[in-house]
Nanobody, 120 residues
């Protein structure tokens, strides 16, 4: 079984920074891509950043230039560096992994989420 555990959330003022971490464990044979999502109260979950297996990254316009996704394969850790935070960045942030375990098909896994609160 694959487990994803996020950490690093907290409360900051607008303009501040946070770095989120997501540690993966389990019998992962390969990773297709890793993503960060967020969900604000009363809103749908939305994509924040993606990194694919060749290291390429992509971001939606609302975080581009402020957020950076990265990974450390040696420690099975996914990061999200968030700079220039705005109140509208408030929400629960989730990491998501699309992986293969053993010789099986691709499967999608979610962490439990970490709260980010940005005050004005």
């Amino acid at each position: 079984q694959v487990q994803l555990v996020e950490s690093g959330g907290g409360a900051v003022q607008a303009g501040g920074s946070l770095r989120l971490s997501c540690v993966a464990s389990g019998t992962i044979s390969s990773i297709d891509f890793l993503r960060w999502y967020r969900q604000a109260p009363g809103k749908q979950r939305e994509l924040v950043a993606i990194i694919i297996n060749n290291g390429a990254t992509n971001y939606p316009d609302y975080v581009k230039g402020r957020f950076t996704i990265s990974r450390d394969s040696a420690t099975s850790t996914l990061y999200l560096q968030m700079n220039g935070l705005k109140p509208e960045d408030t929400g629960v942030y989730y990491c998501n992994a699309v992986v293969r375990t053993g010789a099986g098909p691709l499967s999608t896994h979610w962490g439990q989420g970490t709260q980010v609160t940005v005050s004005s």
